[in-house]
């Protein structure tokens, strides 16, 4: 394993007076061939204030974990967590109600039972090269299994909603013993702080690769539930002839599959992944109250009209209740609301005035989002594939580029600084003016500050004429 070098210069002093072993995502990562920044360290053989003795010459050294047996050294710009193997026993609901005692003596297997999974448990010995590994983890890591560490796994119920994004993340499925001890424990989620669960959803969007996989361990540990919106998509019927792939909840894992192997999911930053996650996931939310059996093209058909503009309130309340910031929502609804834009279009061909209002639509989304988002959609109904529909979604990136509009909604011109220089007191009816000002810029009647300025004096000829 490479270890940073200033790291390493502490391994050593720490090798004279106890056991220093790289544990945890660390050592996981390095198995995977993922280059990892995030180095947990943990020490046998001394106490608490041994290791922050040996640890103190080298840096700034937090110690608020001391209950916990955690102390934190900060080398330069990094920061390590140096920690004494410890016993937890449980004695209170939710994932904080344990009593933690650390204990030196602690030997390898037990050290490893009480962490989540087993392919979180392996061990590295830096000085002797070789992985400490009595649980097994490294055969689960190879067989991309997730097993549960130990018995004390039911004790923190957060552990299964780690399993949710570790499997979105590192393509894992849950070893079935692990799925029966989740459900089990499934009433237990109403314990978690809602932080804690925006913190595992969160990573499942903006780290998870194969998103799918999180959706499957939602659903084989029945904790699906606790999310209704989404549960909701399961057995909810599509027309097969638009939908071979199966039910809306089929489909939307389809979808975000094909979401994360878009080039424009793989190079955003996390922010961008996130809105786009959560729009792809959420995109559907409106089908189940909306879809029907009814004629269309001489044929009885499950349709679900409407169901774009009905899936705002279960997106934005389904966010709510997994505790997403507060500016996602806004961002989210938008897309979901016209996520079928393209199939309003005559055969993919956008008049500006229909790409401006759409643009102000979606704002603070963007019509580039929506595209993307629509790309997904389309991609995820196997093994369907409509190259005409793929190619209107573009005509509408390209004429969003065209128009400077793709990362942007349109910009009034004129403002209310403009209404001043004519004459006019700053008041009430400043309003309907830039109102009408916005609208006749949407339809282009004029697209710049010349145009605009003549189209204000002449509007406001006929509305003050005291002013001519």
């Not at 996981?28 to 995030?38: F, K, M, Y």
Request: charged share 25%; net charge neutral; glycine share 8%.
């Amino acid at each position: 394993m490479r270890i940073p070098e200033d790291l390493g210069v502490v391994l050593n002093a720490l090798r004279a007076a106890g056991r220093p072993r790289l544990v945890g995502g660390c050592v996981r990562d390095w198995l995977l061939g993922i280059e990892s920044s995030d180095f947990d360290v943990e020490v046998g053989g001394l106490d608490f204030d041994q290791l922050h003795r040996v640890l103190a010459p080298f840096g700034s050294t937090d110690v608020v974990g001391r209950s916990f047996g955690v102390i934190k050294l900060r080398l330069g710009p990094r920061e390590y967590d140096f920690s004494l193997p410890r016993r937890e026993s449980k004695t209170g609901a939710g994932h904080r109600g344990f009593t933690i005692e650390p204990d030196p003596s602690l030997n390898d297997r037990d050290a490893a039972a009480r962490r989540d999974f087993t392919l979180n448990s392996i061990a590295y010995d830096p000085f002797e090269k070789t992985l400490i590994d009595p649980l097994g983890g490294e055969k689960d890591l190879r067989a991309g299994v997730l097993r549960h560490a130990g018995p004390s796994f039911a004790d923190d119920p957060l552990r299964v909603l780690r399993a949710f994004q570790f499997a979105a993340r590192f393509d894992l499925r849950l070893a079935p013993e692990t799925a029966a001890l989740c459900r089990e424990i499934a009433p237990s989620f109403l314990e978690l702080p809602v932080e804690r669960v925006w913190h595992e959803w969160d990573k499942w969007a903006v780290k998870g690769v194969k998103p799918a996989r999180g959706l499957a361990v939602l659903e084989e540990s029945g904790w699906l539930r606790h999310f209704p919106e989404l549960a909701s998509l399961r057995g909810c019927p599509q027309e097969p002839e638009w939908h071979p792939e199966g039910d809306v909840y089929d489909h939307t894992a389809y979808c975000l599959e094909a979401l994360t192997k878009l080039p424009e999911w793989r190079q955003a930053d996390p922010a961008k992944r996130r809105l786009l996650s959560f729009a792809v996931l959420t995109h559907d939310f409106g089908k189940p109250s909306t879809t029907k059996r009814m004629e269309r093209r001489g044929l009885m058909r499950w349709t679900s009209l409407g169901h774009e503009a009905a899936g705002a309130a279960p997106a934005i309340r389904f966010l709510e209740s997994i505790g997403a910031p507060l500016d996602l929502a806004p961002q989210v609804a938008p897309l979901v609301m016209h996520h079928l834009a393209h199939h309003h279009s005559r055969n993919g061909l956008y008049t500006d005035t229909q790409v401006r209002r759409l643009a102000r639509k979606l704002a603070p989304a963007t019509i580039d989002d929506l595209c993307t988002v629509m790309v997904a959609d389309s991609r995820g109904r196997p093994p369907l594939h409509s190259p005409d529909i793929l190619a209107y979604i573009e005509r509408l990136r390209a004429r969003a580029r065209q128009l400077s509009l793709q990362h942007a909604a349109p910009r009034p011109l004129i403002q209310g600084r403009h209404l001043v220089s004519c004459g006019l007191a700053p008041g009430p009816a400043f309003k309907p003016i830039l109102d009408a000002a916005f609208e006749a810029q949407l339809d282009g009647v004029f697209t710049d500050d010349l145009s605009g300025a003549a189209w204000l004096q002449n509007h406001l000829r006929h509305r003050y004429p005291h002013l001519s």
